[in-house]
């Protein structure tokens, strides 16, 4: 995922179905470049000159890729928000999935094509299975390899409620992600679970399980001032 996105179940305006993307205008590309509000207050001195040079090197390759992508079409686009009453999933990886290098012979391709102009994805579903109106974000994450993806992640963080962070199971709690932690407490944003994936890949499993979860507790306690969070162990291709 590129992009943030949202995942409506159940929402207020009552809309069931569809999506709609929001396309960056210039005052957000200079906001991912200059990181400000609450969170800039908080990390002030943690966004060293040379990541702000580098941010502002990603800003603007973002913007060249999507004038390739987009040729003549892409300044009109800017701003914008285009919606659909139904969802695919050949429209959602033209939105949010970051899609192939750019050069020529990729201009027209459709993976991809807006991510680097999409700020925000909104998709909407039926309430089920939650009992209450429900919206899950997924963001890029902070061990992406492009600091812009890690940026657009962090000024994203003042508009959850909850946070599931997930961890490998094979790396759990490296520096990233301790900064991470260390940022949702400051920010006072204190109801986190942290979800250790890949738990299907840990030779024997049935010994180790117990370990992993209380080495994993036990450094979260000691990193964010003896705050307990739940540790969940499992693992994503379980699921299917």
């Not at 600091?147 to 599931?164: K, V, W």
């Given at each position: 995922t590129a992009v943030v996105t949202h995942i409506h179940f159940g929402h207020p305006s009552g809309q069931v179905s569809g999506a709609s993307f929001t396309l960056f205008d210039e005052a957000e590309w200079d906001r991912l470049a200059s990181r400000g509000g609450i969170l800039g207050e908080l990390t002030e001195g943690l966004l060293e000159d040379y990541k702000r040079e580098e941010l502002q090197a990603q800003v603007q390759a973002m913007q060249t890729r999507a004038k390739m992508r987009l040729g003549d079409s892409f300044e009109s686009l800017l701003g914008r928000t285009h919606r659909f009453e139904t969802v695919t999933r050949e429209i959602i990886e033209r939105y949010v999935c970051s899609g192939d290098h750019v050069d020529e012979k990729l201009r027209h391709q459709a993976a991809g094509r807006f991510n680097d102009i999409t700020s925000a994805a909104d998709i909407f579903f039926e309430?089920?299975?939650?009992?209450?109106?429900?919206?899950?974000?997924?963001?890029?994450?902070?061990?992406?390899?492009?600091?812009?993806?890690?940026?657009?992640?962090?000024?994203?963080?003042?508009?959850?409620?909850?946070?599931?962070?997930?961890?490998?199971?094979?790396?759990?709690?490296?520096?990233?992600?301790?900064?991470?932690?260390?940022?949702?407490?400051a920010l006072k944003r204190d109801r986190i679970v942290a979800f250790v994936n890949r738990i299907d890949e840990v030779n024997n499993l049935a010994a180790e399980f117990s370990a992993l979860r209380d080495q994993v507790s036990l450094r979260l306690t000691e990193a964010l001032g003896g705050a307990q969070i739940p540790v969940i162990l499992g693992s994503a291709a379980w699921a299917g």
């Open positions: 309430r089920e299975p939650f009992g209450c109106p429900v919206t899950l974000m997924d963001t890029p994450g902070t061990n992406d390899p492009l600091l812009i993806r890690e940026e657009i992640t962090l000024q994203s963080l003042e508009t959850a409620d909850y946070f599931i962070v997930v961890l490998s199971a094979h790396q759990a709690l490296t520096d990233t992600d301790l900064q991470l932690l260390r940022i949702l407490k």
